[in-house]
T-cell receptor
Framework: LAKTTQPISMDSYEGQEVNITCSHN???????ITWYQQFPSQGPRFIIQ???TKVTNEVASLFIPADRKSSTLSLPRVSLSDTAVYYC???????????FGKGTTLSVSS | GAGVSQSPSNKVTEKGKDVELRCDPI?????LYWYRQSLGQGLEFLIY????????KSGLPSDRFSAERTGGSVSTLTIQRTQQEDSAVYLC????????????FGPGTRLTVT
């Protein structure tokens, strides 16, 4: 079971780029890395998923180094509405990938 | 299309009563998950279904908790003899298939045990 470690909280200002790093030293060969976002009083929402190198979509980028022991979620030019909790998940099948932990609380100020 | 729906949205019950929480997944999604989130805490995984089958029930907090899924669709989480520590938001999610497929979450049921 690949355990993940993320910072408890981060602060940023509008317009800045935010990078949240997740450590997963025991990641297995078949494991994927997935990030979710959760706003207060809502269920989590999928942001991005990757296996290796770099993945980019319309809201974020995910950087995964060659050893895959960590990953970095990059949010370009954050706004106040990006204030949320961000969760990193690692695994390859139901049960092992479903540990959300406490995530990283990102606070964006003006 | 319609997302994951849960009912009721809020439930207040007295300690010792039984409660049933319902989840309607997205049509065609074979996998369904239940989580619990206490105030200010992360998500606690409870159980998942592949079709109507729940291969691993070890995440359920106690034997007062049970879940079933019928017709590969609707799922019910039942809590018997509720306790105050059961108070939390119960979230349901569904996905096209098991992880790593994207999970779509419902709005949750807020359970308060008095």
């Amino acid at each position: 079971l690949a355990k993940t470690t993320q910072p408890i909280s981060m602060d940023s200002y509008e317009g800045q780029e935010v990078n949240i790093t997740c450590s997963h030293n025991n990641i297995a060969t078949n494991d994927y890395i997935t990030w979710y976002q959760q706003f207060p009083s809502q269920g989590p929402r999928f942001i991005i998923q990757g296996y290796k190198t770099k993945v980019t979509n319309e809201v974020a980028s995910l950087f995964i180094p060659a050893d895959r022991k960590s990953s970095t979620l990059s949010l370009p030019r954050v706004s106040l509405s990006d204030t949320a909790v961000y969760y990193c998940l690692v695994g390859d099948q139901a049960g092992t990938a479903l540990i959300f932990g406490k995530g990283t609380t990102l606070s964006v100020s003006s | 299309g319609a997302g994951v729906s849960q009912s009721p949205s809020n439930k207040v019950t007295e300690k010792g009563k039984d409660v049933e929480l319902r989840c309607d997944p997205i049509s065609g999604h074979t996998a369904l998950y239940w989580y619990r989130q206490s105030l200010g805490q992360g998500l606690e995984f409870l159980i998942y279904f592949q079709g109507n089958s729940a291969p691993d029930k070890s995440g359920l907090p106690s034997d007062r908790f049970s879940a079933e899924r019928t017709g590969g669709s609707v799922s019910t989480l039942t809590i018997q003899r509720t306790q105050q520590e059961d108070s939390a938001v119960y979230l349901c999610a569904s996905s096209l298939d098991l992880y790593p497929y994207e999970q779509y979450f419902g709005p949750g049921t807020r359970l308060t045990v008095t």
